[in-house]
């Protein structure tokens, strides 16, 4: 015992850091354990989920097949055609919501369509319709099996980036990138926002349409793979991604015939837009998390969407449901005189990025990416390293150069997140709150835990009854 009082002491601490920071300031060296207590209130939900013997196999299922998911870009083509959508049929991002309950920037977005559809003459005849919901109505892009950036409005005439995985035989589709500022997804639709989609209709679709189909699939997933080891995170910057696009779909766009001008004007307006491949990164990433979906008992994330107003989440052992609550405005950077005022809340599909291991959960990638959303850059090697907390495996495609390259922590789990407290993070566009205005920065935010509570109480009600001690 005198032995073991002489030696020199080896301390542990786990909780509040006030212990541990005195005994730094006397060098004494100290261990400490980051350990939280389970979100208050989850403590029986938890036992329940944690008890289901199908939990473990399903997980490693569920994670499994998000790992072998591919994605291969196959054609370009006008949403009517993918998926049949008529006149006054729109799609928007997030959960399910009414025009009562809209953000600015979803009521913006649908007045954009609507007057790109010909539907109405002014704005205000088309903020009409919308809120009279005469011969219109519209649905979550996750409910037809994709997605849609921001406000992530698609309508009849817009086009489609069309994405199958070889691997599951199972396809997803995005909107194409109008770029950054005042444009539709952010709510803008001013007359040079509609000329812009028409545009894109009459001469970037068929173009690309046309490039695709000479050149063959595009391999999405090998392109992320490599943007990720050159400096993009996949959510708000895909420079690296962008210029590979381009260089693979270049030679087929000028040997296609069209017109050397309109092939100019395509080739100029994908070149300068850094985000345009984030409109490939994001249909990927949902073949990704559907290859994980409806696997009973799977505490798996497949989707965190949100629409401006509601953050949703759906879960692969509860399928289609819906667990949303109020959303976060993000903190960051803003744009000219625009300020957090100006700011609405979380709004897009575009977190789907997160939901595969990229966006916030891979700015170690990309510490460019912190003076765009703000932060610094230990904050970003911080954030990747804690995503893994909450995450069952590492995809070794998305391998991180920084982290000796570790893969992208994947497979957000309820059960994680409620156990430990930790909310993933995502970055992102920031919209204005007024429908119109367009986007006025870029930051940093969080899902509000109610969604990850509320999917595991429903979890514990779909668990089979606990086993009796014998």
């Given at each position: ?22 005994l730094?300031?006397q ?8 350990w939280?207590?389970p ?10 989920v ?6 473990p ?10 790992l ?10 006008p949403?009517r055609d993918?998926l049949?959508?008529?006149p ?9 919501i ?13 007045i ?19 809120a ?12 037809r099996g ?15 980036f ?10 997803a ?7 950054l ?7 803008a639709?001013g ?13 970037l ?8 189909r ?6 999405v997933k ?5 943007m990720?080891q ?9 420079r ?24 100019a004007?395509?080739?100029e ?10 409109n490939?990164v ?13 696997l009973p008992?799977?505490?798996?994330v ?15 052992g ?9 959303a976060?405005?993000?903190?960051g ?18 977190a789907?990025?997160e939901?595969?291991g ?8 990309a510490?460019?990416?912190?003076r765009?959303v703000?932060?610094s850059?230990p ?10 907390e ?11 150069p920084?982290?000796?390259f570790r893969?992208?922590?994947t497979?957000i ?6 156990r430990?407290?930790v ?6 566009g920031i919209a204005g ?10 930051g ?25 001690p014998?």
């Amino acid at each position: 015992m005198t032995d073991l009082l002489g030696a020199e002491p080896r301390v542990v601490s786990a909780g509040v850091d006030l212990f541990a920071a005195a005994l730094a300031a006397q060098a004494v060296p100290v261990t400490t354990v980051d350990w939280r207590p389970p979100v208050a209130g989850t403590e029986d939900a938890l036992t329940r989920v944690l008890a289901d013997p199908r939990r473990p196999d399903a997980n490693a299922l569920a994670l499994s097949r998000m790992l072998e998911a591919g994605a291969e870009l196959v054609d370009v083509r006008p949403a009517r055609d993918v998926l049949g959508l008529e006149p006054g049929q729109f799609l928007h991002a997030g959960p399910p919501i009414t025009w009562e309950r809209a953000s600015g920037p979803l009521r913006g977005a649908l007045i954009g369509a609507a007057l790109f559809e010909g539907l109405a003459a002014t704005p205000s005849e088309a903020e009409a319709l919308l809120a009279a919901g005469d011969g219109v109505q519209w649905a979550p892009c996750h409910d037809r099996g994709g997605v849609g950036p921001m406000a992530g409005v698609v309508s009849p005439s817009m086009w489609l980036f069309e994405l199958r995985d070889p691997a599951h035989d199972r396809t997803a589709w995005c909107s194409l990138n109008e770029g950054l500022g005042t444009v539709l997804r952010y709510g803008a639709y001013g007359p040079d926002v509609i000329e812009r989609l028409r545009w894109m209709a009459s001469v970037l679709g068929p173009l690309l349409q046309t490039a695709v189909r000479r050149r063959g699939p595009v391999d999405v997933k090998a392109i992320v793979a490599q943007m990720v080891q050159m400096g993009d995170e996949g959510h708000n910057r895909n420079r690296a991604g962008t210029l590979m696009l381009l260089r693979d779909l270049l030679p087929a766009l000028v040997d296609s015939g069209a017109p050397s001008s309109d092939v100019a004007a395509a080739v100029e307006f994908v070149g300068g837009n850094d985000h345009f491949f984030l409109n490939l990164v994001m249909p990927a990433g949902k073949l990704q998390t559907a290859a994980a979906a409806d696997l009973p008992g799977s505490t798996v994330v497949t989707t965190m969407a949100r629409n401006g107003t509601d953050f949703g989440i759906q879960v692969s052992g509860t399928g289609s449901a819906w667990f949303t609550a109020p959303a976060n405005t993000p903190e960051g950077l803003y744009l000219g005189a625009y300020g957090p005022d100006d700011a609405n809340p979380d709004i897009g599909d575009s977190a789907i990025t997160e939901t595969i291991g990229l966006g916030g959960f891979a700015m170690a990638a990309a510490p460019a990416i912190v003076r765009f959303v703000g932060g610094s850059v230990p904050d970003a090697l911080a954030t990747s390293r804690l995503m893994y907390e909450i995450t069952l495996g590492e995809n070794p495609a998305y391998a991180i150069p920084i982290l000796e390259f570790r893969g992208a922590p994947t497979g957000i789990d309820v059960t994680l997140v409620a156990r430990t407290g930790v909310l993933p993070q995502i970055n992102t566009g920031i919209a204005g709150r007024v429908a119109g205005t367009g986007q006025v920065g870029a930051g940093l935010v969080q899902p509000p835990m109610d969604c990850f509570t509320s999917a595991l109480s429903a979890l514990a009600a779909a668990a089979p009854p606990l086993s009796a001690p014998e």
